[in-house]
């Protein structure tokens, strides 16, 4: 006879091929019910960005472990949620996003907001609700990469400041209300309130992942950040060259004594491919973030080439995931998009004594 308990023993052997742990122990599952010997298993499909084959390959895992319980039709329903764990009360400041990724870099010119960029956007595409905070107060370049906004920032009724939105993206920054060519000359204490004020007074709204383009370096900005909200994790930018990579390691100590987990590197700029002939130079060196990746035990996110489409798609205001949405660049920030997701997730997850409420995708 088929019961809820030797059900649920048999998916408790079920590894999730996105996230590589059973189902049962990180919560994957959502409930089972039994009519005769049909099953319906419902589970939660933890971030938008979970990648389709796998999918389709967890469906095929649970029809597979129940088989052999005499199991008629078995039918797999999953619903799209969004994993995270409520803030603690000393990090209350944010209210709407569920989870904050941090894209950084060691120093500047590393494409470190181009990144964050097309990460956010690829993320727009895998279907999630996300914000774009620009946090890099003193070099606002957000408002530059993409180009007029759908709706311009604006207070609302209520003194709240409704962030502009973007390719359908919520987007905030202090190049909205300073003229481009005025230099921001703040000290710590000023920079911080404007961080509590885009936290804690735009009007944010239900997101399922708000990215903060951080500044270069180890300042007063991620400072601050990491004493107002959780920050889920950091996705860490860098060249391929060893002046890159020096300070990268910088940051991660940073990030560690903060305790802010690396989500992963990425390695911008990593070579130069000639679109006539295809040859290949390797402008910067290469290699130097999987090696750095592979020395910390860190995940390596992947190499986006140096393509004038991403330089191009900046400059004019339309970022090459928008732009050339079919191309191979934006399959790599696809891919990347889908690689930090899961691993937030997976973190998220990993957390047995912290139960996270799970936010159903309307």
């Known amino acids: 006879m088929i019961t809820e308990s030797t059900v649920r023993e048999a998916l408790s052997k079920v590894i999730d091929p996105a996230l590589g742990h059973d189902i049962v122990s990180y919560r994957v599952l959502s409930s089972i019910e039994i009519s005769g010997k049909d099953v319906l298993v419902k589970v939660d499909i933890p971030t938008p960005a979970y990648p389709e084959p796998q999918r389709r390959e967890l469906a095929k895992r649970i029809e597979e472990a129940l088989a052999p319980l005499g199991a008629g039709r078995v039918t797999v ?6 994993a995270f764990l409520p803030a603690p009360s000393d990090k209350a400041t944010l209210k709407g996003p569920k989870n904050v990724i941090a894209v950084a870099a060691g120093k500047g010119g590393v494409g470190k907001s181009t990144v964050a960029v097309n990460l956010a956007l690829a993320l727009v595409r895998h279907g999630a609700k996300v914000g774009l905070l620009d946090a890099d107060v003193f070099g606002p370049s957000i408002p530059t990469m993409l180009g007029a906004p759908e709706v311009p920032a604006s207070a609302g009724k209520d003194s709240r400041i409704i962030p502009a939105l973007h390719h359908g993206m919520k987007v905030i920054s202090v190049g909205f209300f300073v003229d ?183």
């Open 77 to 82: 329903v999953p619903t799209v949620t969004t």
């Open 180 to 362: 481009k060519n005025e230099a921001v000359v703040w000290r710590g204490p000023m920079v911080h309130r404007l961080l509590q004020q885009f936290l804690g007074d735009v009007d944010w709204g239900e997101l399922d992942y708000l990215i903060c383009d951080l500044p270069p370096g180890t300042g007063d900005v991620q400072l601050s950040l990491s004493q107002l909200i959780p920050i889920a994790g950091a996705v860490m930018v860098t060249t391929p060259q060893e002046v890159s990579i020096v300070d990268v390691v910088k940051g991660i100590a940073m990030f560690e004594k903060v305790e802010i987990p690396i989500l992963g590197i990425v390695e911008n700029m990593s070579y130069y491919k000639c679109p006539a002939c295809g040859h290949t130079d390797e402008i910067f060196s290469h290699g130097g973030g999987k090696r750095l990746a592979q020395e910390i035990g860190a995940d390596f996110f992947g190499e986006i080439p140096i393509d004038t489409r991403i330089r191009f798609g900046g400059d004019a205001g339309v970022p090459i995931i928008l732009s050339s949405p079919d191309s191979e660049n934006a399959y790599r920030f696809m891919t990347l998009a889908t690689a930090a997701a899961m691993k937030v997730a997976a973190g998220v997850l990993s957390k047995p004594k912290r139960s996270p409420r799970l936010a159903v995708i309307k």
